[in-house]
């Protein structure tokens, strides 16, 4: 994969995605994305509590 480019913590994943298959499948936890309280409390350690109709909006919270 040349012309692309890996961001991330994970190095198995860059090590497969520069490998010889076409496509890899990564199957993600069941439960997998976020929650109302972990954004809010991510938005009031970070001083953003006044974004929260917005994030609610983006995530469909």
């Known amino acids: 994969m ?3 480019v890996f961001v991330g913590k994970s190095m198995p994943i860059a090590d497969e995605a520069n490998g010889p298959y076409a496509a890899t499948l ?3 936890p069941r439960r997998f994305g976020f929650t109302d309280a972990g ?3 991510l938005a009031k350690y970070l001083g953003h509590e006044d974004a929260m109709a ?3 909006r ?3 919270g």
């Open 2 to 4: 040349e012309n692309s």
């Open 26 to 28: 990564y199957c993600r």
């Open 39 to 41: 954004v809010e409390a």
């Open 54 to 56: 917005a994030a609610r």
């Open 58 to 60: 983006w995530y469909d």
